[in-house]
């Protein structure tokens, strides 16, 4: 039988999430958004790109990627159902983001934590900005092509 990771899978995303599926996460998450800003998440953006962990054909987190390459990607609402938390769901998550962005040449991954996640991102190697208020960040370590001479 697979263990729980490997049931887990990484997606992209073809299209955001409808308004009532995001609505779900985050209400699951505790989280009150009104419909109006949640509608300028779910907005057509370009280099936005939604993102998702599956287990078994069903959604279990979501998140929305916000690529500046190479500079940086912002993760924003990363959601993980609650029923999914402390399971290494939302650890599996941010290294099936990293791996995504790797390709991309993107070197840091950036994020505005809510006050309760903040010891799991430190856990994960996130930092403060030191130069935006309430922006925590993560330095990737990108694989470097080794020059034979």
């Known amino acids: 039988m697979?263990?729980?990771?490997?049931?887990?899978?990484?997606?992209?995303?073809?299209?955001?999430?409808?308004?009532?599926?995001?609505?779900?996460?985050?209400?699951?998450?505790?989280?009150?958004?009104?419909?109006?800003?949640?509608?300028?998440?779910?907005?057509?953006?370009?280099?936005?790109?939604?993102?998702?962990?599956?287990?078994?054909?069903?959604?279990v987190a979501i998140a929305r990627l916000e690529l500046a390459p190479p500079e940086f990607c912002y993760v924003a609402d990363l959601i993980v159902k609650s029923k999914f938390r402390g399971q290494g769901v939302g650890r599996w998550f941010i290294a099936g983001i990293e791996r995504f962005c790797a390709p991309l040449g993107i070197r840091r991954l950036t994020l505005v934590p809510e006050a309760g996640s903040l010891p799991f991102y430190e856990a994960l190697g996130f930092v403060p900005d030191g130069v935006v208020a309430g922006v925590w960040k993560k330095d990737m370590q990108l694989l470097q092509r080794k020059r034979f001479f």
Not at 5 to 19: M, Q, Y
Request: net charge positive; glycine share 4%.
């Open 2 to 59: 697979p263990s729980f990771e490997e049931r887990l899978s990484f997606r992209l995303l073809t299209e955001p999430p409808t308004l009532k599926a995001l609505q779900k996460f985050q209400e699951d998450a505790g989280w009150s958004i009104s419909r109006k800003d949640r509608e300028k998440q779910l907005g057509q953006q370009p280099r936005i790109q939604w993102v998702s962990v599956e287990m078994d054909q069903v959604k």
